[in-house]
């Protein structure tokens, strides 16, 4: 039986509950039974029907795939869903202290991801030049997990590195402040393992807060 296959050519033609669908399977130890599932998720086809599918077709497809997700992941700042066209929120400092909380309680989560991308991303009122305003935060008034996973990845890869720097500034900043208030105690502390300890205490505070975490896979 010979199977028809299309295959997506970019991550914009695939949707973040295609995505979602996927990371369900994280954890799982049965490669083969993984592979065969990114096929019958991204490919659209029945489970049964990706068996029937070419052995080095489904292994160039498999690569085509590992390729796609090891890409880099830029940030979109607009994308259209239907007829509408959705905008990053201009500014961060904008955002209200519920609408951070929604964000800080999902971006990550994969189950609920589409929450988080509703704060992030919402229907653009006006565009004018480099200028935009975009509709006020309004929870599930649109599904956004139909939105192009290409968007979704390049949100949370851009926030992760924007985290990654925060706590980068901020573990510095500490170590500095803990060197200080150490450097006040070398008396009774002659031989600097209170400065070692209180820098191995903060950097592992900060190794262990980290925001997002992404599935990633492999096609072996």
């Not at 028809?4 to 039974?33: M, R």
């Not at 890869?157 to 925060?166: A, G, H, K, P, Q």
């Amino acid at each position: 039986m010979k199977v028809n296959l299309k295959i997506p050519t970019s991550l914009n033609e695939l949707s973040l509950s295609q995505y979602q669908e996927f990371a369900k399977l994280e954890g799982q130890q049965q490669t083969t039974a993984i592979q065969l599932k990114m096929i019958e998720i991204f490919c659209k086809i029945d489970l049964k029907d990706v068996a029937n599918i070419k052995y080095n077709d489904l292994q160039d497809t498999l690569v085509h795939f590992n390729d796609l997700f090891n890409d880099d992941y830029k940030l979109h700042r607009f994308f259209k869903m239907g007829s509408t066209e959705f905008g990053l929120i201009p500014k961060l400092d904008d955002m209200t202290f519920g609408e951070y909380v929604t964000l800080d309680t999902y971006m990550g989560d994969w189950k609920n991801m589409d929450k988080a991308m509703e704060v992030l991303f919402r229907p653009v009122k006006i565009k004018s030049l480099n200028k935009y305003d975009i509709e006020e935060y309004e929870p599930e008034k649109f599904d956004m997990s139909k939105m192009p996973l290409s968007a979704a990845l390049g949100a949370l890869v851009f926030f992760y590195r924007l985290n990654s720097e925060l706590q980068k500034t901020t573990l510095n900043y500490l170590m500095k402040e803990t060197a200080k208030t150490t450097a006040q105690k070398q008396i009774s502390q002659p031989n600097g393992d209170g400065i070692n300890q209180s820098m191995d205490l903060v950097a592992e505070i900060f190794k262990s807060s980290i925001l997002l975490r992404t599935p990633m896979f492999t096609s072996t």
